[in-house]
């Protein structure tokens, strides 16, 4: 949808994302359900898990939040195709004003080319309305249903949430380590995972499997895939039957003081300033896989799966590409 509001956006994403409660077990569940692309979100499904996740925070009637996808994968992260040239080839009217959720044709956008024109994204991708971190304001029980693909955007949220299930098939990472650096959400992860191993998710660019993950506590319990949604099941009704709605609240709040002590919402900011100068970082070689370069003439998807065939079969992202020799 070209040029489309984010009202629009919203109201064509309500088809691929479902929110659903039972008012007897306060448990609420958001399901991403888009065939056909693994899940992958759009602005508006982002804009509308925030808007859930925000309501489901004031709901009396929700105690814990389950967050799940339909298919083979929870998810490959955000549709950057859905941003084409706003990225690559910018001109005089390019502008970010549907993430932001501006649709008054009077406000004018910083230009191309300039700090903020970047800056007034990712700075804006720190805050819970844009769907990228609700779950880290979320004063309830949050718990994610991982499995097959847990990429990119999808990734924050297993790494927000208080609790994380997953299929032992399941594979985590950020494809954006090969073709931008950083994502949004690096501080969390450090602190999640540890410096050291998510030092090698970094630099390698490589996806953890699902053991390695538990290993490194990541998640807190790997089952088969055929076991994977009674799993869930068990851990929310746990959680459900557990202290009063008001003791969760302060338990959460206790949590939240500990990580902003940790400098959560500072490592968000932080990514945010520095991903807004991203056009200024320099190839070393000319084919060098980086947004801007002449590179990405044939989509970011295609050049991010040309490259990851240079990679040893079990360090690929995808697993048609992990079956080849």
């Known amino acids: 949808m070209a040029d489309a509001s984010a009202a629009e956006l919203k109201k064509e994403a309500e088809q691929f994302v479902r929110y659903e409660k039972d008012k007897v077990t306060k448990i609420a569940t958001i399901t991403f359900d888009r065939p056909g ?46 941003h084409g040239d706003l990225y690559l080839n910018p001109d005089e009217n390019s502008n970010f004003l549907a993430d932001l959720e501006i649709d008054d044709p009077d406000v004018q956008y910083p230009p191309a080319g300039s700090f903020r024109y ?24 949050s718990i994610v249903e991982a499995k097959g693909y847990c990429y990119g955007w999808h990734f924050y949220q297993a790494a927000d949430a208080d609790l994380v299930v997953c299929s032992d098939d399941t594979l985590f990472g950020h494809p954006s380590f090969r073709y931008a650096g950083w994502g949004p959400r690096l501080w969390t992860w450090l602190e999640t995972i540890g410096v050291r191993k998510f030092s090698e998710m970094l630099f390698t660019g490589r996806p953890f499997t699902a053991k390695e993950m538990a290993d490194s506590n990541f998640v807190n319990s790997v089952v088969p895939r055929d076991q994977l949604e009674a799993e869930t099941a068990k851990y929310a009704k746990a959680c459900s039957i557990t202290r009063p709605l008001d003791v969760v609240v302060v338990q959460k709040t206790f949590i939240e003081l500990y990580k902003q002590y940790r400098g959560e919402y500072m490592g968000s900011l932080l990514t945010g300033f520095v991903e807004g100068v991203l ?47």
Do not use: C
Not at 290 to 297: A, Y
């Open 37 to 82: 692309k693994s899940n992958t979100t759009t602005i508006g499904m982002r804009l509308l898990f925030g808007e859930y996740v925000h309501k489901a925070n004031i709901d009396n009637d929700v105690k814990v939040l389950v967050i799940r996808g339909e298919g083979e994968d929870f998810g490959t992260g955000g549709d950057i195709a859905e």
């Open 279 to 325: 056009p200024a970082m320099k190839n070393d070689v000319e084919d060098d896989v980086n947004l801007g370069n002449g590179v990405f003439g044939k989509g970011i998807n295609n050049v991010v799966k040309d490259r990851d065939l240079a990679y040893p079969p079990e360090w690929r992202l995808s697993r048609g590409g992990r079956a080849k020799p």
């Open 118 to 141: 970047l800056h007034g994204l990712t700075d804006h991708y720190a805050k819970g309305r844009a769907g990228n971190r609700p779950l880290q304001e979320f004063k309830k029980i």
